[in-house]
């Protein structure tokens, strides 16, 4: 797929971008991310590694736009920096919202 990061043409494909981010820890999520495999990557470093730019050079907004479009799942700022993702509090919450009695303290 062609898209344009920071004025400059690219063409990605989505196995192109699992083998560029493979063997890459992810820095810590403070803003937009990317899940990419099992890992969720800032935008800025996914953005960094597969454009080779600085990332002053490109917003997370074109980089969220063409992982949203090789159909990788972009988390917003809001959702990556909630203290409340994940853990037995999220799920207590998923199961009330699906009417169940939650999970059972051992």
Do not use: N, W
């Not at 800032?42 to 080779?52: A, D, E, N, W, Y």
Request: proline share 8%; glycine share 14%; with cysteine.
């Amino acid at each position: 797929m062609r898209c344009v990061i920071a004025r400059y043409p690219f063409e990605l494909t989505r196995t192109g971008v699992l083998d560029s981010m493979k063997g890459i820890k992810p820095e810590p999520v403070t803003g937009a991310s990317v899940t990419i495999g099992r890992r969720r990557y800032p935008v800025k470093q996914v953005g960094r590694i597969l454009t080779r730019q600085d990332p002053r050079d490109f917003t997370a907004g074109e980089v969220t736009r063409a992982m949203t479009r090789l159909g990788f799942t972009c988390h917003d700022q809001s959702v990556a920096a909630s203290p409340g993702v994940g853990g037995a509090g999220a799920l207590r919450t998923a199961s009330a919202l699906l009417g169940g009695p939650g999970p059972v303290a051992v």
